[in-house]
């Protein structure tokens, strides 16, 4: 296990969970800005608004980044913070913070990672267009971008278009759980086409203006498992890496999405409006690396279709028909069904944890799309506790130690691993679970109903990473 001496050792986070200030110095509202106001849609009702202050700490947080070693930091722009309409005049304002924290970090060698839309899409655009279900927003993230690449692009080597598509369009306009608070399949679809879109026309245009840096999105990506060795349950986990999956990366990378599920889809009348002028789009733009966010993956079985035919008593001959008919009854109904793993513990929140996991995603996407992978998000949500003026997170470093061994060994079977970006550096605003969810390696002093004083304390696991860090990894611990 070795990692290579230009390994990126970083850590992540985007504008809204740490940046605060979501109206200084002419900043236009997000669209969570105005999510987080509706009662009972995020956790206690917390919001961004002070989050944890990085707009006023960066140049002390950029102090413990350079005191920790780190050798790359990945930070979201907040679109209206450039661009308060989302479109027309730019806040010059905005602008300079954002030159400043690059200009910190390479003082401090440390290299910016830059994604640009990390789930903040300014309210106004929202109110206007009617955000991503709009087409007119490819053209105006295009033009919000081309302003940071020519801004930037001399700075900013590593750039990320969109963070976790699946998630935000998922959330968004499935689930109701994200802005913009939209439960309709059919609309996801159509919403997550135009998003394809504008990932694929912002790298197009990087690639026009800026030849020497690296352009990739980011995704939530998580191996699925069959939960027996049945043929069928076998199908089963064959069916969710693609709907969960190859439906994104695929479409990224060979600017065409799978098959199977585009029939699926048109079958139950969930189908969106692909023109030969979107398909020539989406196969000219490349990426030039993944991002790959990873936190756990999903086990499957075998759907119980006779069991998607009865939930409701109409067009009982066509379960694709009825399925369009009725929002309960999902494309996944007549994929698969998912279950535990009985194999993996969970963190106190509840997700799965896989370190081998990690291993098999970075290999599966490598082996499949060849491109190098830039690891933009790992880490353990968890409820520290402060005591003594100390926090004792071992149970971070065990988490970070066993996932970075697997992404040692997925290494050396060959993957091209750019770096590793721990989510996060200092602890930040979960967007559904508030301040109590922390992720950081370094403790901030608010919580749910107060920002308090807003402290930086350094986690026991801030001492490991530097050592990590320090020894470009020798100093992991093969278990
Ligand atoms: C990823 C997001 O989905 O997971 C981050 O890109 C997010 O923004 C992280 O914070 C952890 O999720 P959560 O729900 O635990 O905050």
């Known amino acids: 296990m070795e990692f290579p001496n230009n390994f990126l050792w970083g850590a992540a986070s985007a504008a809204y969970q740490v940046e605060g200030a979501y109206n200084e110095d002419g900043k236009g509202l997000s669209i969570w800005d105005e999510f987080s106001q509706i009662k009972g849609k995020t956790k206690n009702n917390t919001n961004g608004k002070i989050a944890v202050d990085f707009y006023h700490h960066y140049q002390e947080d950029i102090k413990l980044m350079s005191e920790m070693g780190l050798k790359a930091y990945r930070f979201s722009v907040s679109w209206s913070r450039i ?28 290299e910016p990672v830059v994604t640009l839309y990390h789930w903040d899409l300014p309210e106004k655009l929202q109110e206007k267009y009617g955000g991503w279900e709009n087409r007119k927003l490819i053209d105006l993230f295009v033009d919000y971008c081309r302003i940071l690449f020519e801004k930037f692009g001399t700075k900013v080597k590593y750039w990320v278009t969109f963070n976790e598509q ?93 098959e199977r599920i585009l029939r699926l889809l048109k079958k139950m009348k969930l189908d ?7 398909s020539k789009v989406l196969k000219t733009a490349k990426p030039d690396f993944l ?13 119980n279709i006779d069991k998607v035919r009865s939930q409701k008593d109409f067009n009982k001959t066509d379960p694709y028909l009825m399925a369009a008919d009725n929002q309960d009854t999902s494309p996944e109904s007549y994929l698969f069904e998912s279950v535990e793993n009985p194999y993996l513990e969970k963190t106190s929140f509840g997700w799965e944890i896989d370190p081998i996991g990690f291993r098999i995603a970075l290999r599966q996407v490598y082996e499949k799309y060849q491109l190098p992978i830039l690891i933009t998000e790992n880490g353990l949500g968890a409820f520290d506790k402060l005591e003594n003026g100390k926090i004792d997170d071992q149970y971070r470093i065990d988490y970070l130690n066993d996932h970075l061994v697997q992404v040692g060994k997925a290494i050396s079977d060959g993957v091209p691993v750019l770096g590793f970006c721990a989510w996060s550096f200092t602890d930040l605003l979960s967007w559904l679970n508030g301040y109590d969810k922390r992720y950081g390696f370094v403790y901030v002093d608010r919580d749910d109903y107060s920002s308090k004083d807003l402290t930086r304390i350094k986690k026991k696991s801030f001492y490991w990473y530097q050592k990590i860090i320090e020894s470009n990894g020798r100093k992991l611990e093969v278990k």
């Open 83 to 110: 661009l308060p309409d989302g479109e027309g005049k730019v806040n010059q304002a905005g602008l300079d913070f954002y030159e400043k924290v690059i200009d910190e970090l390479i003082k401090n060698n440390i």
């Open 166 to 258: 699946n998630v935000f369009t998922s959330l968004g306009y499935r689930w109701a759980s994200h802005p913009p608070n939209v439960s309709d399949t059919k609309r996801m679809f159509q919403a997550n086409h135009i998003v394809n879109l504008a990932n694929a026309q912002a790298i197009s245009a990087f690639h026009k203006l800026v030849p020497n840096g690296k352009i990739g999105p980011s995704f939530g990506y998580g191996e699925v498992y069959p939960l027996t060795s049945s043929p069928a349950d076998v199908l089963a986990a064959v069916n969710a890496n693609q709907f969960n999956n190859d439906w994104w990366l695929d479409v990224y990378c060979y600017g065409r999405y799978p």
């Open 291 to 303: 991002g790959i966010n990873y936190y756990h993956g999903g086990t499957v079985k075998a759907p």
């Open 272 to 278: 969106f409006e692909i023109t030969s002028e979107d």
